[in-house]
């Protein structure tokens, strides 16, 4: 009995005797009973008591038996928060180490990508993954304003789209050392929660319960919500929390109907409002306050706010004079029975800054090391002020009649005292960009942080002159994504609440909500409308605007935001970058490479302008001039990955092999998950030939992304080369399973059921292909060939002339069409098409095999003898290929009749080599891709 009285009684008793017995009874439950219930939100206004509830139920599921994990506004991301709840649950016994180990390279990989300041510029040109086409429909903020991601617009053509996603994962693969690296700065939740939810069940299966307090919602919340809706339903991860677990979230604000609507038979709903005069009077008995006009004071001067009730009962007043005068401030009743003047001033100072930490105490109150020792540790003391580890913050029930206090009585006080504080943290961020050299600024999260108290404070001590500053650096925030700039939006509203500077507090709201409702997109429209931003601030604003929209695939409205930028601006080198990006994403690699070669000459040592110019020359064909920027590039940034790997799909192109294969082994040195390299070096090995080492980079690029729809169709094709056609399939079905717009996967998967004996899907794919893409050459072929096969030379001529058209230099096309022509029996046109190919190919087997039916069936067998000699003898265009010669038979079946005599001499080599070879019977292949 004594324990159970010492435990109702203990210290921290606050009464909510209903929200408590209802939190014990679910503990109670079973959780397949369908009483029992998986989250509990309290919410109410600050002050009513959020926290010590919150406390109060933690210990009550500790008496349950439970294990507790208690996170709060100190967490700032969906990471932190993993990494609390396992070193919460780490020091109950449960070790979380596989997470413990990938937050740990989280962390570090994000801190190099922020600080080499790489963003979505690198591209990989081969197709989209589909991964990336849900990323964009998404919005990487919009779920949650995840960390370190950019909102993302309206979806409009999800392929382009998905481009220019896949463009951030490769600008990120240039520097980071593996995709999971990547995935890992881009989207660290979705590679850290299946691993929590793993170890956090393997908890659960040793302890009745676990339960995780997710407290100051209203503010953690803001990444959290979307994922814990997510881990609570199984809906994205693979998985969902183990089935005993009990979340309980407090905030001020209700939970969002739209997110929790559906699952309200499954959480218990906690609103709070002020004590009740029971629930008052119980807490201020347990503190000793007892007499009744002690007590009457105090539920009268605190309105039943439970801060203000623990604050005011916490001296124990004895009389009602002790509680204050009934005119006094707030202010006046926390301090009241703090007879030391200097702690009194001490604590109002403090209220000036947001968070406290050792520095800013020092900047604040000016006194010896050892005093401000002692008075710190005494503030940390205080029932109004939340101890966070490395720093403390007041109440905000507490602080904001603090400073209204301060400024009333003040005002030139307050704007002196608020300069000293910016001028400190101004000193503070000066000497981190020393440090850090010229990227260490809006790349680096803790200058972020520094710039960013120095904004408030000059907000508080003069708001008309610091708000323009001030919106001018929410600009370069919005270039860092949506989490620099709704932390940039927020301080305007607390400095203009704070200092109630009415323009201030209405450009936070105003910038609030419109983050909220279109990104830094719509946070840009509204500066560009509203600020007074000078030129180059407005050139500033459309180049981040521009870049943001060219990131949700919107490259129309991004190149016209661009225009308008380099108009305002024409020497900033940055939103030339900007505008090449999206004129190459939109497909016009000519007017990317103008806009590269006006920013190489505004900064002329740049390495990566250059090395992407050089793969944009690249991507047009002007291999001189690609090879030129990339040697460039090289030399200004030898650790550039991207660089290397670009000029030797350059150097593949131009056959230079060996060459190829040494830069490409170069940049995967310097990273060896880069998967874009490892597909291109698969093309220098099949070029090599080397099928089984080009499987092998594409089996390892396929498991690095297992996501892009054209990694599986490279491999598709590779293994479809190799007359594996069976796993060819299988790789096609998967990337068009990725991406159903992606033509080349269906077409080559209609060439695999072709060669598998299936011409109904082979035709189906095939159609398709060109239904997405109709001026697609290599599909057109391939389907000329399947109605060849099918014995309709009709539509065989029709596809291969539409191919002709589309590509009239190709003598692979043209030979193709001449075999059509002959299947209609229209020789002497099939020997015009033929001799065309020939004049562009002289050494083409297929064309000379082709020509040589023709010639026998107009009746000039002699010449239709001379080119199957000159395709099958020694030197010929076919002596070294056994696909040639096999080719040769179906011409030779027609030569039959007159095989003796003069033919049959001539013939005999060739029919030798063809038993050695093997026989195909059937039309002949169509050129390959």
């Known amino acids: 009995m004594a324990d159970l009285i010492r435990r109702r009684t203990r210290a921290g008793f606050v009464g909510r005797g209903a929200e408590r017995a209802a939190f014990r009874h679910n503990l109670g439950l079973s959780p397949r009973d369908e009483r029992h219930r998986f989250l509990f939100h309290v919410h109410g206004n600050a002050g009513v008591g959020k926290t010590f509830l919150v406390r109060e139920l933690e210990q009550v599921a500790q008496e349950c038996g439970a294990h507790t994990v208690y996170v709060d506004e100190a967490a700032g991301s969906v990471p932190e928060a993993m990494a609390v709840i396992s070193a919460h649950l780490g020091r109950q016994g449960h070790r979380f180490r596989d997470l413990d180990r990938m937050l740990v390279t989280h962390r570090e990989r994000r801190h190099e990508a922020e600080a080499a300041s790489v963003a979505t510029q690198e591209p990989d040109q081969d197709g989209p993954s589909t991964a990336s086409v849900l990323a964009a429909r998404a919005g990487l903020a919009g779920i949650g304003l995840l960390p370190g991601a950019g909102a993302l617009t309206q979806i409009v053509d999800p392929e382009r789209l998905a481009e220019g996603a896949d463009r951030v994962r490769a600008g990120l693969s240039a520097r980071l050392r593996s995709q999971d690296d990547v995935q890992l700065v881009l989207s660290p939740e979705s590679v850290l929660t299946p691993v929590l939810l793993r170890e956090l069940a393997e908890a659960a299966a040793t302890v009745p319960w676990i339960v995780l307090f997710l407290d100051t919602y209203e503010r953690t919340g803001a990444f959290l919500d979307a994922w814990l809706r997510q881990v609570t339903t199984g809906d994205r991860y693979g998985g969902a929390l183990p089935g005993n677990v009990v979340v309980v979230t407090a905030g001020q604000h209700p939970a969002d109907p739209g997110r929790w609507g559906g699952l309200a038979d499954f959480v218990v709903d906690m609103p709070l409002g002020p004590f009740t005069e029971t629930e008052a009077r119980g807490l201020l008995a347990d503190r000793g306050v007892v007499a009744e006009p002690v007590v009457d004071e105090v539920l009268r001067l605190s309105g039943g706010l439970p801060v203000l009730v623990s604050t005011l009962a916490e001296s124990r007043p004895a009389d009602p004079a002790d509680v204050g005068d009934p005119s006094s401030t707030a202010v006046e009743r926390f301090l009241k029975w703090e007879p030391d003047p200097v702690r009194r001033a001490t604590a109002l100072a403090c209220a000036l800054p947001r968070r406290l930490d050792a520095d800013v105490f020092r900047a604040v109150v000016d006194c010896g090391e050892e005093e401000a020792a002692g008075l710190f540790a005494w503030l940390r003391g205080l029932p109004f002020v939340s101890d966070r580890g490395d720093r403390v913050q007041y109440h905000d029930v507490v602080r904001a009649p603090m400073l209204r206090l301060q400024r009333h009585h003040s005002p030139r006080g307050w704007a002196r005292r608020h300069s000293r504080l910016a001028a400190e943290f101004g000193r503070w961020r000066e000497e981190a960009e020393a440090a850090a050299g010229a990227d260490g600024t809006w790349a680096d999260e803790a200058w972020r942080a520094l710039r960013l108290a120095e904004s408030y404070h000059l907000l508080c001590a003069a708001p008309r002159s610091a708000l323009p500053v001030v919106l001018r650096d929410l600009v370069d925030a919005c270039g860092r994504g949506d989490m620099p700039a709704l932390r940039w939006a927020q301080v305007l509203a607390d400095a203009g609440q704070d200092t109630d500077a009415p323009a201030v507090a209405d450009w936070g709201r105003e910038l609030l909500a419109a983050l909220a409702d279109g990104g830094v997109v719509e946070v840009l429209g509204r500066l560009l409308s509203r600020a007074e931003l000078d030129a180059s601030g407005r050139a500033a604003a459309r180049t981040v605007r521009g870049d943001a929209l060219r990131d949700g695939g919107a490259y129309e409205r991004a190149l016209a935001e661009l225009d308008q930028a380099v108009a305002l601006d024409p020497g900033l080198a940055r939103a030339r970058c900007a505008r090449a990006l999206a004129h190459a994403e939109s497909g016009d690699h000519t007017a990317a490479v103008r806009d590269l070669d006006r920013a190489h000459e505004l900064a002329p040592d740049d390495a990566r302008t250059i090395s992407l110019r050089g793969e ?314």
Not at 788 to 816: C, F, K, N, Y
Not at 858 to 871: K, T, Y
Not at 892 to 921: H, I
């Open 616 to 929: 944009y020359h690249r991507i047009l064909g002007h291999h001189a001039q690609a090879v030129a920027d990339l040697d460039r590039g090289i030399e200004l940034d030898p650790a550039r990955d991207f660089a290397w790997a670009s000029r030797g799909a350059t150097y593949s192109r131009l056959g230079r092999y060996e060459e190829a294969l040494a830069d490409l082994n170069r940049a995967l040195e310097i990273n060896p998950d880069y998967a874009w390299a490892l597909a291109r070096r698969a093309r220098v090995r099949r070029a090599l030939g080397q099928p089984r080492l080009q499987l092998a980079d594409l089996d390892r690029a396929v498991a690095l992304k297992p996501e892009s729809a054209w990694m599986a169709c490279e491999r598709g094709d590779a293994l479809r080369g190799a007359g594996r056609h069976e796993d060819a399939v299988a790789d096609y079905d998967h990337a068009v399973g990725l991406d159903a717009g992606y033509a080349s996967a269906y077409a080559s998967r209609g060439v695999s059921h072709r060669e598998l004996g299936r011409p109904g899907p082979a035709l189906a794919d095939l159609d398709r292909a060109l239904a997405l893409n109709p001026g697609y050459p290599w599909a057109l072929c391939q389907r000329s060939d399947l109605h060849s096969r099918l014995g309709d030379p009709a539509r065989a001529l029709a596809d291969a002339s539409r191919a002709v058209e589309l590509r009239p230099g190709d003598a692979g096309i043209r030979t193709l069409r001449g075999r059509a022509l002959c299947g209609l029996g229209r020789y002497a046109d099939a020997r015009r098409e033929l001799d065309l190919a020939l004049e562009l190919d002289p050494r083409s087997p297929e064309a000379l095999c082709v020509r040589a039916r023709a010639l026998f069936e107009l009746g000039l067998p002699d010449e239709a003898l001379a080119d199957v000699g000159r395709a099958a003898g020694p030197d010929g265009p076919a002596a070294a290929s056994a696909g040639a010669l096999v080719r040769l038979a179906d011409v030779v079946d027609e030569l039959a009749p007159w095989r003796s005599g003069r033919a049959g001499g001539a013939l005999a080599p060739l029919l030798s080599r063809l038993s050695a070879a093997g026989r195909r019977t059937g039309p002949s292949p169509a050129p390959s891709e």
